[in-house]
Structure formats: C-alpha cells, structure tokens
C-alpha cells in the first residue's frame, strides 16, 4: 500500500497546477497519469491568451510557445471576413499556440520540482472509500498497486470516472459534449501569419472551424460540433467528414498535408453543482471548468486546479479533509470563473438558434465596428450593439 496525502488523478494543466500548488502547500503528493507520455496525444487547439498564464504565474517559454498571436479572423459562412489584427487594430494582450506536448510536460515538472511525485503508465481502476480517505487501486506497467490518500483530485478529463466512482454527478449530458476532431498539417496558405481564425455556420454545427497557426506554414486545424444541431443539417454525418469537407474547399488548405489527427470530446455544459465531497475535488474538464462559448478549458482548468491543490494543502495541515472545510475550494473557483461561464453560456445558447444568413448578418456589421481591442467579451458587446436580438437576450449580462 502506497500511502500520500493528496493524490491527483489525470496529469494535464489542470492536474499538474493541482499537484504543483498541493506541494508547494507543504502536502505529501502523488500525480499519476495513464499515459507513458504525459502531453500526448494532445486533445487540444492549443490556443491560452498572455492574460491567462500571467495570472497563473507561469512565463512564457520558447520550448513550449509554438507561435505568439497576432490577431483573430472571423468568417461566416458567406466568406466576410471581419480581421482584428495589428494592421487594424492595438493589440496590447492577445496570447499564444501551445506546444502541449510539451507545455504538459513543463507543467509536470513544475510540480515535480514543488515536491510532487509523479508516475506515469498508471491507471485507475476503481476507489474505495475509508474513514480517512480513499483507496485507488490502479495498474502500473501490468501490476496492481493501490494508492491510499486523504484528498483526490479528480482531474482526469471529460470522460472523468473518479468523481462519478465517488458519488459525484459530474457525467456531462450528451448534448453539452462537443465532438471535436483536429489535424496538425503542414503547407497550408495564410492570408496573414499569425491570426487565428474561426469559421461559422453549417460548416460546423453547434461550434466551429478553427485554424491556429503554429508555424510559417503550419497549423492546428479542427472543428468542434454538438450531435442535436449538426443531426439537422446532415443526419449522421461525423464531426470528421465535417472537417474534411471544410478541408477540401478551403483555399487556405488547398495543398495542406496532415501530420497528426486528434479526437476528443470537450464537455460545454458548465460546472455540475457539486465538485466535491469529503475527501475529493474535482477540476478541469472532469469538472466542466470550460467556456461554454469558445470550448477553450486550459487556462479556466488550470486555474481549477490551482484553487483545488492549495484547499487539499490547506485541509491536510488543519487535518480536516471534510467536505465542509473543501467547500473553500467551490467558492474559490466559482467566485473566480463561476460567472463567466454562466455568462457565455448564454451566449452559447444565442448563437446556437442562429442561421447562416444571420451569422452573414452579423458579420456585414462588423466589418464597420471600431474594435478597440481583441476578446470575447468585446465581440460580445459589439454583437450586443449590432443585433437587438442579442441586445435584448445578452445586454443585462455584458452592458
């Protein structure tokens, strides 16, 4: 029997802050992991804004910053394109596409050298609870092992088992979780280097196309969909033929080549009610910690995980890991990114009873807005001046 204070399931951003910040709380720590290689495969766009990793207290690094942005594109399905960039625009804060292979690692080092102990090639397979904790019994490398901590935090994805093995209803319903699918190419034809861009409408129902750009012709380029809408346009068709639709009459992927192909689902429902329970914390994607808007969860996980390991340090050295004394830890993050994921979750459900034609409506406005700077809440305020639709459904929200 392995015994630890805090343990931490699930080694991605979310997990890694979780471990690094237990550690640093003076707890004993285990971060475990599933993978023989914590990053890969990615399941990700890769895209966290400066504001977001300043905030967390991490520096950028030219190991794992892949490209610094220079601006956004957005396109409808009519092809306007509406640019925000720096030949239109100041941009004092706009952010970067990650390595994450190598941003995981980075940030699971970060916690190994806080004091975290980390494995690797190990599964959970079930928990048990005791008086003082739980049980995680895993294989590791083909043996059983069972792990005993007072604190898990369940930082193990979308498809999370840990929180449901607890008892907690942290499952996503079906129609909150996006299919997304994702190829890294090469040779691709960029109108402007360096401007993420975001298509619009039928070609992606229920979400979008993303092209990030991660090189001089290099980039991520995926699609996100949810099942009900994208059922309505094409009954049946994947969340892959969708891209490679898109992929086949683009001009910017006309000679493009795939190195890499990335599925997964990201969970866009918003936090469960309950992220904890005595002796367990949940964060990250396990624990719907993503902008219901966008899809984007690295910097909002992260940012889970660093409230989740700092209540576990907190809760070891008062030895109380109650569900009581860890409700410190749901305030935390719900005080933090509570609200604007309830913010665009409004938002989200506006532009999702929106048609093309609208979307081209929308559009045609904003190739005439002064943006002042680039960010979702100034697009959702130019959208609220353009539209009285979404005035009338979003202004008490972002006004």
Known sequence: MIETDVLVVGAGPAGSTAAKHAALGGAKVILMDKKSEIGAPKRCAEGVSKKGLKKLGVEPNPRFVAKELDGVRLVSPDDTSVWMTSEEIELPEAGYILERKVFDKFMAMDAARAGAEIKIKTLAKGVTKTDDG????????????????????????????IGRWAGLKTAQKAVNMESGVQYEMCNLHFERPGVIEFYFGTCAPGGYVWVFPKGDDIANVGLAILAPHADKVNPGKTAKEYLDDWIATSPITKDAQAVELNVGGDPVGGMPKKIYADNIMVCGDAAGQVNPLTGGGIISGMTGGMYAGQVAAEAIKEGDCSAKFLKKYDKLVRDDIGDEI????????????????DLDKIAHEFVDVDFSKVSTTQLVKALIKVSPSAALKLGKYFL
């Open 134 to 161: 739980y049980i995680v019994s895993c294989e590791q490398y083909g043996k059983d092992i069972d792990i005993k901590a007072k604190i898990i935090i369940a930082a193990d994805g979308p498809e999370s088992h």
């Open 342 to 357: 309830k913010k665009y979750a409004v938002v989200q459900d506006y532009m999702l009873g929106l048609k093309d034609e």
